[in-house]
């Protein structure tokens, strides 16, 4: 049954006004699906993840609903929502290398965790163990401190805690980005691994680096802005991308392999709009080299093919 | 582990040499005359006499003989624990001035420091947690803290003991009652700490109760309590976390305080007339008695160092990063 967002609304109050980073994302994860969330920095990818586990402190759910597995998500509720993290949504943070608390060894953390959650450590140990030895991190790695393991470990440490329950979602926010090219795709692989083998139903797997998620993604989502751009296979939306935003992405891309990191997209002059005060019509008319008369008006999603969404008048 | 601890030792050995021995400079280099104190005190007239009593008292205090004479006689007489004989209270030694005063400063100090930072502890997690306490606790701590510890212990002397009349305003127990084990004297021991201990106390407090306010925010920002509460762990495992984490900088703290805090116990016992080592050091002072006042000192070396010692030996037992890097491994 997966994840179903419909319309997903959520902004930050500050003090000069509401920030509108998510306005209005609709999306579908399916069982065993892996998404690859992409886009410039600033778009939205990290404000929608934290969606959908926990919010901060400034996030305010304004409107739309989160579905998963047909229950509906009671994100905007910090205590409904709890019953949900871990067992049934879960995340492996950006910040894996100080994810874990270094005064703590990391087998009594996973225990205090658990029985927090009302959980047994010792009916999960064994199955915690088997997960060890398949990412091949020595069982002693439970009686040592995070400080003794080094960030390739942390990293897999990390994701081994993240998914011990088996979650239906698992968030992966920018992950990789840390480490270096050859722990990248060992961590990529890791991911994929967990999924085929049931441990994580639906991943949603967020990165600035494109030709990665390519690699690993089923699906690749491209968010503009607080919006979504396109949505298809990931084959589709690398070789044969209808979104103005997307191509532009695709083509700044010097080949698959290389990454574009944080910078600005030379191919695409200007920036995106403040998200305070977003203007109407299509977000990305400014800087669309297609922008017409009608780009006035906000493009609907449109399925111009089977599971193949784009938000663009000249798609 | 037995290699840090042996270097830490040994620099605690040497700080203690060169402490003894500026310690022996200080009063030497002191403008006045001792000695001359002295015998002016017998008010004798005559000049041979005077200069007989010069000679007596040179000699008795060890004076009459070559200056690094006078050294190696005070590190021998030192290490025997005999620290000379006081000059203001001639002819009683300043070891048995030091071992009177002691129990005054320490049962003051000791539960000062230990009560203030307990409680501060406490009070800055459980104000981190609240936002009206935080509200109205912050500023009222920066105001304790920040108030020169003079003026308070003086405000409440004023207001608590001379105003109100509620305690007496010095000295550690009345003159009416005989030092003994009896209700009475422990009654009026107690009435006469509250003052002195108070001031101490409400001055540290604020401190550390600000400090662990601060450090208990910084700890539930942090990656690891944001990851727990994605994880959906209940906040009393967030917060057990965070505490323990912001402790640990705590006791660091307590090590560097250890310092201005005896300095503070000094000021206590002057405003209060309290009969501890910081009163000795005044008498000492006064009255250009050098032998007390290098009796004093050393005590005061040696307090910090030895309680600057322990807390290293609790911090590297506490603090498992402290204790993996010593150890330089990894799994
Ligand atoms: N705490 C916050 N307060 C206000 N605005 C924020 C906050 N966090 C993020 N934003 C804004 O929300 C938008 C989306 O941010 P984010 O989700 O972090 O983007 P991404 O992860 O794609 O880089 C950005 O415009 C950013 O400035
Ligand atoms: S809707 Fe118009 S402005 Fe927006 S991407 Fe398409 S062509 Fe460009
Ligand atoms: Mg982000």
């Avoid at chain 1, 010792?122 to 439970?142: F, K, T």
């Avoid at chain 1, 049931?198 to 993604?217: E, K, M, N, P, W």
């Avoid at chain 2, 309680?307 to 993996?324: E, G, H």
């Amino acid at each position: 049954m997966g994840l179903r967002v419909n319309d997903l609304k959520v902004y930050y109050q500050t003090l000069r006004g509401e920030v509108k980073a998510l306005d209005g994302v609709t999306f579908a994860v399916g069982d065993g699906e892996i998404l690859g969330l992409a886009g410039e920095s600033g778009c939205g990818k990290t404000t929608l993840g934290k969606s959908l586990i926990r919010m901060d402190g400034r996030m305010r759910h304004t409107g739309g609903t989160v579905e998963l597995d047909g229950a509906e998500l009671p994100i905007g509720d910090d205590r409904r929502m709890n019953r949900f993290r871990f067992s049934e949504v879960s995340i492996i943070p950006q910040y894996a290398m100080s994810a874990m608390n270094p005064t703590r060894k990391i087998g009594k953390m996973v225990a205090d965790l658990l029985e927090s959650r009302g959980l047994r450590y010792r009916n999960l140990a064994g199955e915690l163990e088997r997960r060890l030895d398949l990412v091949e991190l020595p069982r002693e790695v439970l009686g040592s401190y995070p400080l003794e393991l080094s960030g390739g470990m942390k990293q897999r440490m990390v994701m081994v805690i993240s998914t011990l329950l088996d979650p239906s979602l698992l968030i992966a926010d920018e992950i990789t980005s840390a480490l270096d090219v050859s722990t990248q795709k060992a961590v990529a692989r890791t991911l994929v691994g967990f999924r085929d083998r049931g441990f994580v139903r639906s991943v949603i797997f967020i990165t600035h680096d494109i030709s990665l998620t390519y690699q690993i993604a089923d699906t690749i989502m491209v968010m503009y802005a607080g919006k979504v751009a396109e949505k298809a296979r990931a084959d589709v939306i690398v070789n044969a991308p209808r979104h103005p935003y997307t191509k532009l992405l695709i083509s700044s891309l010097p080949e698959v392999g290389v990454r574009y990191a944080d910078r600005k997209l030379a191919g695409i002059p200007g920036s995106p709009p403040s998200l305070l005060d977003p203007p109407t019509g299509c977000r990305f008319r400014d800087r669309c080299p297609l922008a017409h008369d009608k780009c006035a008006e906000e493009p609907p999603a449109v399925e111009v093919e089977p599971d193949h969404f784009v938000a663009c008048w000249k798609a | 582990m037995r290699q840090y601890f042996g270097r830490k030792a040994l620099i605690y050995a040497l700080t203690f040499f060169v402490a003894v021995t500026i310690n022996w400079m200080i009063p030497r280099f002191m403008p006045g005359d001792p000695i001359q104190g002295l015998v002016a005190r017998a008010q004798v007239a005559d000049p041979a006499s005077v200069d007989a009593m010069r000679a007596h008292y040179t000699n008795l205090f060890g004076l009459d003989v070559p200056w690094w004479q006078q050294y190696v006689n005070f590190w021998a007489a030192l290490l025997r624990g005999d620290m000379g004989i006081s000059i203001w209270a001639f002819p009683t030694p300043v070891t048995d001035l030091i071992i009177r005063a002691v129990p005054y400063t320490l049962g003051l100090l000791i539960p000062a420091i230990l009560l203030s930072w307990w409680a501060g502890n406490r009070f800055g997690a459980f104000a981190a947690r609240r936002k009206w306490l935080d509200n109205t606790v912050l500023p009222i701590g920066y105001l304790l803290t920040a108030t020169p510890y003079m003026w308070l212990a003086l405000l409440l002397a004023w207001t608590l003991a001379i105003l109100a009349g509620i305690f007496p305003v010095s000295h550690a127990y009345s003159f009416a009652v005989q030092p003994s084990w009896s209700w009475e004297f422990l009654g009026s021991l107690a009435v006469h700490w509250v003052l002195p201990f108070s001031s101490l106390f409400l001055v540290m407090f604020g401190g550390w109760a600000i400090g662990m306010r601060n450090l208990i925010i910084y700890e539930l920002e942090s990656d690891y309590a944001n990851y727990l509460q994605a994880l959906g762990a209940r906040s009393r495992l967030v917060r057990g976390y965070a505490f323990r984490n912001a402790v640990l900088p705590q006791i660091t703290g307590l090590a560097l305080q250890l310092g201005t805090i005896v300095a503070g116990a000094l000021v206590t016992e002057i405003v209060f007339s309290y009969p501890g080592i910081g009163h000795l050091i005044l008498q000492a002072i006064n009255n250009q008695d050098f032998f007390l006042l290098q009796g004093a000192f050393l005590f005061i070396v040696l307090g910090v160092l030895v309680a600057n010692f322990i807390i290293d030996v609790v911090y590297t037992l506490v603090d498992p990063r402290t204790r993996i890097r010593m150890q330089g491994n990894a799994v």
